[in-house]
């Protein structure tokens, strides 16, 4: 693969100031792509995150907001038309990912997640459509889960909104495809990442996996970049699992 063959393309990284988000995004830099890095509050991490991707050669854009709220999402995107005038890539990857027993779970908390996870990738994708529609060449991929496949206790809102996004790709491919906009979901395993307390995996079915060992953020990211790539055209509406072999597909 060409590791340049993106020289001049903008990419929007969603949830990019830490773990598997920030990865994408400097994969996507060291591919020639300039960055729109993206947090909900995290200002640390963001610049952190554009940092790295400046080491890169590429240049990058702070952008904060809430994605399911309109009004920051029309900022965003007013920000990305500003500094860079086009946008080649989205990378919906922000996501919550909380453990709750659903006999416990109240419709507040199940919103929460949906809000997140299902409705903020409608209102990003949707409020990106035009610019991706003027590049010619565009990439849109969703980051999925390993669970939406294989099922797990105390995370039925966050498997539903993974499954959600599943057929969110492939209708989404089989509408924006033949405009040459190339659509897909990597979903990870179980990757090694910073979380906080209250959001990390007990009861995750990826624990076990034929590699016997948990995944770096940087193989999921580089899997994204191959699909962002020239050599990756030929791909679309395709769920592509980087799991260690927990789940055969």
Same mark, same amino acid.
Request: hydrophobic share 40%; glycine share 8%.
């Given at each position: 693969? !060409?590791?340049?063959?993106?020289?001049?393309?903008?990419?929007?990284?969603?949830?990019?100031? =830490? !773990?598997?988000?920030?990865?994408?995004?400097? #994969?996507?830099?060291?591919? /020639?792509?300039?960055?729109?890095?993206?947090?909900?509050? !995290?200002?640390?991490?963001?610049?952190?995150?554009?940092?790295?991707?400046?080491?890169? *050669?590429?240049? /990058?854009?702070?952008? $904060?907001?809430?994605?399911?709220?309109?009004?920051?999402?029309?900022?965003?995107?007013?920000?990305? =038309?500003?500094?860079? /005038?086009? $946008?080649?890539?989205?990378?919906?990857? @922000?996501?919550?990912?909380?453990?709750?027993?659903?006999?416990?779970?109240?419709?507040?908390?199940?919103?929460?997640?949906?809000?997140?996870?299902?409705?903020?990738?409608?209102?990003?994708?949707?409020?990106?459509?035009?610019?991706? %529609?003027?590049?010619?060449?565009?990439?849109?991929?969703?980051? *999925?889960?390993?669970? @939406?496949?294989?099922?797990?206790?105390?995370?039925?809102?966050?498997?539903?909104? =993974?499954?959600?996004?599943?057929?969110?790709?492939? *209708?989404?491919?089989?509408?924006?495809?033949?405009? *040459?906009?190339?659509?897909?979901?990597?979903?990870?395993?179980?990757?090694?990442?910073?979380?906080?307390?209250?959001?990390?995996? %007990?009861?995750?079915?990826?624990?076990?996996?034929?590699?016997?060992?948990?995944?770096?953020?940087?193989?999921?990211?580089?899997?994204? #970049?191959?699909?962002?790539?020239?050599?990756?055209?030929?791909?679309? /509406?395709?769920?592509?699992?980087?799991?260690?072999? @927990?789940?055969?597909?």
């Amino acid at each position: 693969m !060409n590791t340049r063959n993106q020289q001049g393309k903008v990419a929007l990284v969603t949830g990019s100031s =830490k !773990n598997i988000g920030r990865a994408i995004a400097v #994969a996507l830099a060291r591919q /020639g792509c300039n960055i729109v890095v993206h947090a909900a509050q !995290n200002r640390q991490g963001a610049e952190a995150s554009l940092k790295l991707v400046q080491a890169e *050669g590429a240049q /990058g854009l702070i952008s $904060l907001g809430d994605l399911s709220d309109s009004a920051q999402l029309e900022r965003i995107f007013s920000e990305i =038309k500003e500094h860079f /005038g086009r $946008l080649d890539i989205l990378v919906n990857n @922000a996501a919550v990912r909380p453990e709750l027993p659903f006999a416990e779970m109240t419709y507040a908390d199940w919103r929460q997640v949906m809000s997140v996870n299902v409705d903020a990738v409608f209102q990003t994708t949707h409020a990106a459509l035009e610019l991706l %529609q003027q590049s010619g060449q565009a990439t849109i991929i969703n980051i *999925g889960g390993l669970t @939406a496949h294989t099922g797990a206790a105390n995370r039925v809102h966050v498997i539903t909104s =993974k499954s959600a996004i599943v057929g969110f790709t492939r *209708g989404l491919a089989h509408e924006l495809s033949p405009q *040459g906009i190339m659509v897909n979901c990597v979903s990870p395993g179980l990757i090694d990442t910073v979380r906080d307390e209250n959001n990390r995996p %007990q009861h995750h079915a990826s624990r076990s996996n034929l590699v016997n060992r948990r995944g770096r953020p940087e193989e999921v990211a580089e899997v994204v #970049a191959y699909l962002c790539s020239e050599s990756g055209r030929y791909i679309t /509406g395709q769920t592509i699992h980087v799991n260690g072999g @927990a789940y055969l597909s």
